[in-house]
């Protein structure tokens, strides 16, 4: 099974950048996704990237502020957050769809079709 790990989280002032990182220990044509998850609350789909085209998604509350990226001579995938506010507060989760499954769309983009999750990174945006 794969297995992923991530970096990149920590705190920032409203208006900032952070980059998380996930790197994923088997690299092979699927979605790789990032969720967040807040105290209380489902996990929410935020973005996705099918390895195999490039071809990207993002939820309405972090589209034009999130990037979704990929280098696959490092075998890494990438979340930039600009703009931050502090309603992205969050623990956020790289997370590998399962093979065959194209996680682009708002009703694909759920739990339901995510084979392996990452330790999860904590973002804090305050005021």
């Known amino acids: 099974q794969v297995q992923l790990v991530e970096s990149g989280g920590g705190s920032v002032e409203a208006g900032g950048s952070l980059t998380l990182s996930c790197t994923v220990s088997?690299?092979?044509?699927?979605?790789m996704a990032w969720f967040r998850q807040v105290p209380g609350e489902e996990r929410e789909g935020v973005a996705s990237?099918?390895?195999?085209?490039?071809?990207?998604y993002y939820a309405d509350s972090v589209k034009g502020r999130f990037t979704a990226s990929q280098d696959k001579a490092n075998n890494a995938v990438y979340l930039q957050m600009n703009n931050l506010i502090p309603e992205d507060t969050a623990m956020y989760y790289c997370?590998?769809?399962?093979?065959?499954?194209?996680?682009?769309?708002?009703?694909?983009?759920?739990?339901?079709?995510?084979?392996?999750w990452g330790q999860g990174t904590q973002v804090t945006v305050s005021d």
């Open positions: 088997e690299y092979t044509d699927r979605t």
């Open positions: 990237i099918y390895t195999g085209t490039d071809y990207t």
């Open positions: 997370a590998a769809g399962r093979p065959g499954f194209y996680l682009l769309t708002q009703a694909n983009l759920h739990p339901t079709y995510i084979d392996t």
